[in-house]
């Protein structure tokens, strides 16, 4: 059943993947052309791509066309099929993810009952992706961005879900979902004007949270795994073409689901306060607070990646382990004694 | 300073940077007008003009030219190439021997080589090379860059005059040769 129309299970679940295309495709498209070429341009006082349509609004098609067009080049010594492949593990990660995003009570692809977990776990799948990538490519600047990145995003995924679990004690639930309902029908102090968005509640979390998807984007200040002056572009150096773009999209589409997921965990998802949480508005007003919402979340991880230099390799590593983790573990601690207390 | 106040006032930055870049006008009259802000202009529609110094291309005299291959030795590419023979030139006052001078076959620059060091225009010891801040002669076909001595002489017209020394230079101010 979608909004009240029956369907073959067939034609549902052609248009949950058409929809699971435009979840992935929409933001990552917007956060490209508004973010990385408009906003990247302004704070460096320049105008960015301006000839490809209106202000260059047509640019990332004409991207797209000349990635396309390229030759799908292969090292003569590359391991040709995992190399083939590794694009396609790191892109299905974050279709994955994208299941678990929530943007209205019937407006999911999935709704597990461990939602945020899954979510959490197939994240970490693009890692292997990366790793074949370096590994295939049969170079040595590849193999060390493939293995940074490996160090990298297996440091930064316990924080990730450290930053979690805090909003899972709160909410009593990992269902996404349950996580809006939670917040959406939550009070602050017996006020339930605007729910109870946990940001109010987690904001460590929250904070811990956006460092570490900004670390497992490889955005900078967090790029060591592609630093262009170290390693060529790391684990990306031998790919052209349409490979390259499919590496291209999933990092930029992984920008867009996480600041979604973080959406959904802190800013109260697709919720709007003073209308009812179980109201049949929200399956169409939903996805577009949520697309305001990854606008906005994405606006700070942006904004980092253009204002912060690069780590170093054990700065990046030290702030994982002795700074974010140690944080992360006190904030899970307070929230669950404050939930009993409470 | 410490990590977060350095790395809030990094944001500030960029955040400042952006806005002024939007609103020129500050945020008293708060309509974008990014294209007035940027400190970029946009090349194919709207030129900046060069500095009077700017090393663009290099121009040659070729009346000045005595072909004594200083610039194609002194040049760390190898991008100058000279031919030249040896020929009898008029006398300069009436009665005298006729001067042997040595006369160009060829003065060429490969501007595909060429990485603008102006160690030629330095060198020269005739006042046969100058910078023109001339900067549009890419082509199509990389043969075409490069220059013969037509070429390279067409470019004099292109350069402008040395501006004046500081108020007190000993130094006698040079002349470009019309």
Redo the contacts between chains.
């Keep these: 059943m979608i909004l009240g129309v029956d369907l073959a299970y067939w034609q549902e679940t052609l248009l949950r993947v058409l929809a699971a295309l435009v979840a992935v495709l929409l933001p990552t498209g917007t956060l490209v052309y508004l973010y990385l070429f408009k906003l990247m341009s302004f704070m460096q006082s320049r105008l960015g791509p301006m000839e490809a349509g209106p202000y260059g609004s047509l640019q990332l098609l004409a991207e797209v066309g000349k990635w396309l067009q390229k030759e799908d080049l292969f090292p003569s010594r590359a391991d040709r099929r995992i190399f083939a492949l590794a694009p396609f593990v790191v892109i299905a990660s974050t279709f994955l993810l994208v299941l678990i995003v929530s943007a209205g009570p019937d407006a999911y692809f999935v709704n597990l009952d461990v939602g945020i977990y899954f979510g959490l776990a197939v994240s970490s799948v693009s890692v292997i992706g990366i790793l074949m990538a370096g590994w295939a490519s049969a170079n040595k600047y590849s193999l060390l961005g493939g293995l940074r990145a490996a160090g990298q995003l297996i440091a930064y995924e316990l924080p990730l879900v450290l930053a979690v679990v805090g909003v899972v004690i709160q909410a009593e639930t990992l269902n996404m979902n349950g996580i809006v309902f939670a917040q959406a029908d939550g009070e602050i102090f017996g006020w339930g004007g605007i729910g109870n968005p946990f940001i109010l509640t987690q904001f460590i979390g929250f904070g811990i949270f956006l460092i570490a998807v900004q670390a497992e984007l490889t955005q900078t200040p967090f790029d060591m795994p592609v630093a262009e002056s170290e390693l060529v572009s790391g684990y990306l150096t031998e790919y052209s073409g349409i490979r390259f773009l499919l590496f291209f999209i999933g990092e930029y589409a992984t920008a867009g689901v996480f600041s979604a997921i973080a959406a959904v965990l802190f800013l109260g998802g697709w919720y709007v306060p003073g209308l009812d949480s179980d109201s049949n508005v929200f399956n169409w007003l939903g996805p577009i607070v949520i697309l305001l919402k990854i606008l906005l979340v994405s606006f700070l991880i942006f904004w980092f990646r253009f204002t912060m230099p690069r780590f170093r390799e054990d700065q990046l590593q030290r702030l994982a382990w002795k700074f974010l983790i140690p944080i992360a573990l006190v904030n899970i601690a307070a929230t669950g004694v404050l939930k009993v207390v409470f | 300073m410490g990590l977060v106040p350095g790395?809030i006032k990094?944001?500030g930055?960029?955040?400042k940077?952006?806005l002024?870049?939007?609103f020129p006008d500050g945020l008293k009259k708060p309509i974008p007008a990014?294209?007035k802000?940027?400190?970029?202009v946009?090349y194919p529609h709207e030129k900046e003009e060069p500095t009077p110094r700017a090393r663009g291309v290099i121009a040659l005299h070729e009346e000045n030219c005595t072909a004594c291959m200083l610039c194609a030795r002194e040049c760390p590419d190898w991008c100058i190439y000279i031919e030249a023979h040896k020929t009898l030139a008029p006398p300069r006052r009436a009665g005298g021997k006729p001067r042997k001078v040595n006369e160009l076959d060829r003065f060429s620059i490969d501007y595909a080589l060429c990485m603008y060091c102006g160690i030629c225009v330095e060198v020269c010891p005739f006042e046969a090379l100058f910078w023109s801040p001339e900067y549009e002669f890419s082509e199509p076909r990389i043969a075409d860059l490069l220059h013969d001595k037509t070429r390279l002489g067409e470019w004099m017209t292109t350069v402008p005059d040395f501006e004046d020394y500081e108020a007190g230079s000993e130094a006698k101010k040079k002349q470009v040769p019309r």
């Design positions: 790395v990094g944001l930055v960029t955040a940077t952006a002024n870049t939007v990014p294209s802000g940027a400190a970029t946009q």
